[in-house]
């Protein structure tokens, strides 16, 4: 029984340790604050919870393979087919479990009736997602725990040379391999790169989170400029909102207009896909089945916007799909809004992009709120949404780009702290990169 509780609280360990573990860390932020009380929390819960448990528990690790998905992983560790039902909708809000990579760890710990009583998820070392199951009401409830993480941001300059490729100009300059898809991205979304010149000047910076140091966790591309002799000059900057999954997180210039790939927008102020397109197992049968859409998790009454400008073509109801709406677009691609609480528009409506058609709901046969997203190309054919990719954000308005403006004078001040640093030499490449360490949280 010891032995479980210290296994759960390993985490909380390491936690204190790396925070506290030396005078490397300056100042004890707000955040280190905050997490510290979470964590307490989550202490104090499995603390309480261990108490009150009346049987030690068996705990077993298993971890993603190729081309495996959470029902895998959970069968393998004999998870029972109510505990498998319970687990996903427990932690389906808080983790991206159709997204799993290889790797990622799952643990269970079962009671004596092969019940599992506590589960646990870590999608990377610095990450993990509790489930226990609360002996009053025999549910389980969740809490995170996150680890410290040291954010490094890092500067990167050079100019195109002749016959060079782009991803090969930006590692050249240091840019780590697992980056330079995302550089070039934001780099795209302005430039056309037909009319880019020989000594064209770039300059971009990075923030990169790693945990203990080394194991990379996450990047993003904060800031990118580009001067050419025909494109002219260019500025991206990464705008942050505090809604962390907002669809306003991207890039905009400096007057907060968004950099975009084409004129898409997203269907909902939130995405939250419970549900991708393609092949799902269902949790508890494992049965497969085509899901010819994407699901967005969202509470009933949210704002469903047309993905695009169109046509209303239909606006019913019918009992598996509840109220729908569908909309045909420029290229005769129709885009579908499901299980909607109430229709705002009606058939031969003409609708812009952004505009508010719905709400969403829980209608025809649905389990709870959320909007089925479908697309059809114009053969008819359904299509992963998805693949309708580059979707715009609107241009960022009132409290928006006020925090855009407040932001982009951060960036630039960083920039320039950035370029006084000393050049250091970093791993996996031979040139030295202005870097500073912002934080470790
Ligand atoms: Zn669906």
Known sequence: MKKSFLFWLGVATLFCSACFESGKIEALDEKIVSLNKELALAENALAEYEKNRPQPLTVLMDTVQKNEGYYQVLERLGVKNNDRGAIVLAIQDSVELSNLKVGQKFHVGKDANGDVQVFRFSPNPSIVHLLFKNPQTNRFEYKLVQKPLTVKQSIFEGHIVQGGTLHGTLISVGIPARMSGVVAGVLQCKIPFSSV????????????????????????????EFEGRVVGHHEAFLYNDPDPKSTYNAHYTETGEALIFDGLRYPLDRLHITSPFGVRIHPVTGARKMHSGIDYGSPKGSPVYAVAKGKVVVSDFDQYSGNKIAIRHADNSTSYYMHLSSRGVGVGAQVT????????????????????????????????????????????????????????AGIRENLKQLESAEPQPIEGSTVKVKQKVISRK
């Open 197 to 224: 010149q020989p000594g064209d000047r770039f300059r971009i910076m990075l923030e990169e989170s790693f945990y203990e140091d080394s194991i990379w966790i996450s990047g993003k591309v904060i800031y990118a």
């Open 353 to 408: 992009g952004g505009q508010v058609i719905g709400r969403v709901g829980s209608t025809g046969r649905s389990t709870g709120p959320h909007l089925h997203l479908g697309f059809k190309n114009a053969q008819g054919q359904w299509i992963n949404p998805k693949s309708k990719t580059m979707i715009a954000t609107p241009k960022l308005q009132g409290e928006r780009m006020a925090r855009l403006t407040k932001q982009i």
